[in-house]
């Protein structure tokens, strides 16, 4: 496999601006300690990340999964990192989370306003630079 000039350069100069500016981690793994009744199971696709990692997420098949309309990803220092609308039927959905640390997922029904169930996850991974 050959590369052309502009495709080296461009190869090199992505992998020197995630290397540099420090937010490149490798091997990212998802875990968590506790169960209920939205949340079946956690999985990440992608062997690297940068600013954040996606994990695919999969849902329960209870009632109480089905009543969730919002995911939302909150950091350990307590900021949003993101949120997620989720379709009615819906059984799995990708999820941006902070790489390297804590986050609490919180699973809402929007429409009354009620928290339906909080995890914690950690996401680990091997940071580059």
């Known amino acids: ?15 020197c601006l995630l290397a540099f500016s420090g ?11 506790s169960n209920g009744p939205v949340f079946e199971n ?3 696709d992608e062997p690297w990340a940068s600013n954040q990692v996606w994990v ?18 909150i950091q350990e220092n307590g900021r949003h990192f ?7 039927g819906q059984t799995s959905l990708y999820l941006a989370f ?6 609490t997922l919180v699973a809402t029904n929007s429409e009354s306003s009620t928290t339906i169930q ?6 680990s991974s091997t940071k580059l630079l």
């Open 98 to 103: 902070p790489p390297n640390q804590n986050a």
């Open 56 to 73: 695919n997420t999969t849902l329960s098949s209870t009632p109480a999964a089905a009543n969730v309309t919002t995911i939302t990803v």
């Open 82 to 88: 993101s949120t997620q609308e989720v379709a009615a």
């Open 118 to 123: 909080k995890t914690n996850v950690r996401v």
């Open 1 to 15: 496999m050959s590369f052309s000039r502009p495709e080296a350069l461009l190869a090199i100069s992505l992998t």
């Open 23 to 33: 937010c490149l981690s490798v091997d990212p793994s998802v875990s968590t300690t």
């Open 42 to 44: 956690f999985a990440v």
